[in-house]
T-cell receptor, first 112, second 114 residues
């Protein structure tokens, strides 16, 4: 069965621009979570969506937002990009609550 | 707020050596515990998980971990490492009332010398 798919794999954006990342969860999984991975801060939770509703939110500024569609696919958006937003953004899907998360390959965002 | 601490940032071992990676967490409630591995150039993969029951859990590739509630610890072990175990290992915690939100430790980079 197909795993978690994230697109695009790589992105280069200019400071001040906005970006949208996409995640397709494993079929049948209703929960999608997003994480930011950087060498300095490690893996940090951004937010979780479950059945189209944001269920949890990490400690990130409002420039980071997301949504989930009725087919469980999710997008995250970062507006007014800053150099510090350069990171690997990981999406994880879970079947339901309190089950293990399966991660995608990530989208590597570089802000110049 | 919950937090996870991994004591070793870098570990270098020779093949066949035994491995133990430490993980301690802080959380004011019941938790689920996980170890994930990230091989070079690959995505995060689940090694093992603890939800309840026997505190000694076995995962893939010969890894095991023991949950010691009194010590808030979930250490990862493998009796004999192989060169292919070279990777970064992450301990993660999920509070039972926190949906699927995972809090990760800082990771441990393991290098196994052939």
């Amino acid at each position: 069965k197909a795993g978690v798919t994230q697109t695009p794999r790589y992105l280069i954006k200019t400071r001040g621009q906005q970006v949208t990342l996409s995640c397709s969860p494993i079929s049948g999984h209703r929960s999608v979570s997003w994480y930011q991975q950087t060498p300095g801060q490690g893996l940090q939770f951004l937010f979780e969506y479950f059945s189209e509703t944001q269920r949890n939110k990490g400690n990130f500024p409002g420039r980071f937002s997301g949504r989930q569609f009725s087919n469980s696919r999710s997008e995250m958006n970062v507006s007014t990009l800053e150099l510090g937003d350069s990171a690997l953004y990981l999406c994880a899907s879970s079947r339901s609550s309190l089950t293990e998360a399966f991660f995608g390959q990530g989208t590597r965002l570089t802000v110049v | 707020a919950q937090s996870v601490s991994q004591h070793n940032h870098h570990v270098i071992l020779s093949e066949a050596a035994s491995l133990e990676l430490g993980c301690n967490y802080s959380y004011g409630g019941t938790v689920n515990l996980f170890w994930y591995v990230q091989y070079p150039g690959q995505h995060l993969q689940l090694l093992l998980k603890y939800f309840s029951g026997d505190p000694l859990v076995k995962g893939i590739k010969g890894f095991e971990a023991e949950f010691i509630k009194s010590k808030f610890s979930f250490n990862l072990r493998k009796p004999s490492v192989q060169w292919s175990d070279t990777a970064e290992y992450f301990c993660a915690v999920n509070g039972r009332n926190a949906g699927n939100m995972l809090t990760f430790g800082g990771g441990t980079r393991l290098m196994v010398k052939p």
